[in-house]
């Protein structure tokens, strides 16, 4: 059961207030946090290579014993990543002002008569005309 986890895309944007680890700001990228991450890991490990590199980027080869699909051992792939969950799968916060977009403007009405800019000879025969 996957309580409605769901992968996150790098580029996506966490705000964790309590229980942070690794980041000192309290709102990141899933990507900064995979980094730190992997630097966390790589500078307390000994053996680490660029091989290990793998298990935040492209994926590592591995061999998996798949239980829940009963496809017993497959050979694949294996990568870290974050996942998210709504508390309520409908529910969405109220845009900030600053990120909301502007309304599409309407059609535009055609320019009268009256507002059609002029030519210059225009501009100077009305004023014979006073």
């Known amino acids: 059961m996957d ?12 705000f964790v207030d309590r229980g942070r680890v690794l980041m000192s ?20 490990s000994s053996d680490w290579s660029e091989d290990c590199e793998a ?3 492209e994926g590592l080869e591995c061999e998996a014993l798949r239980l829940t699909s009963g496809a017993g ?13 709504p508390l309520r799968p409908q529910e969405r916060l ?18 009268t008569d009256r507002l059609r800019p002029r030519n210059i000879d225009d501009i ?3 004023e014979d005309d006073y």
Do not use: C, H
């Open 25 to 44: 700001n309290p709102t990141f990228k899933v990507s900064e946090f995979l980094d730190e991450l992997a630097q966390a890991v790589s500078d307390n």
């Open 3 to 14: 309580n409605g986890f769901t992968p996150m895309n790098e580029d996506e944007v966490l």
């Open 124 to 126: 100077y025969a009305d």
């Open 73 to 85: 051992w497959q050979r694949g792939r294996v990568r870290i990543r974050l996942e998210f969950a």
């Open 94 to 111: 109220p845009e900030r002002s600053s990120a909301r977009q502007p309304e599409p403007l309407g059609k535009p009405e055609p320019l």
């Open 55 to 57: 298990w935040f980027d």
